[in-house]
């Protein structure tokens, strides 16, 4: 029982890194070049921000 539950915590923490080291890069680039914009007023983040304030 214990082996199969590091099996598995292992295989987790395997994929949580890939996808740490893919993932970040992006989430970098694009915190960096939002920094000097508005973010919350344009595009889908706008779309999204005011549908959710519609259905409180």
């Known amino acids: 029982m214990l082996a199969i539950t ?3 915590l292992s295989t987790a ?3 949580a890194i890939v996808s740490t080291i893919f993932i ?3 989430a970098g ?3 960096n070049h939002t ?5 919350g007023v ?3 983040g706008f779309i999204l ?3 959710l304030q519609r259905n409180r």
């Open 42 to 44: 344009q595009g889908a």
């Open 35 to 39: 920094a000097g914009k508005n973010a």
């Open 24 to 26: 970040a890069p992006v």
């Open 49 to 51: 921000f005011m549908s």
């Open 6 to 8: 590091l099996h598995h």
């Open 29 to 31: 680039f694009t915190a």
């Open 13 to 15: 923490l395997r994929i």
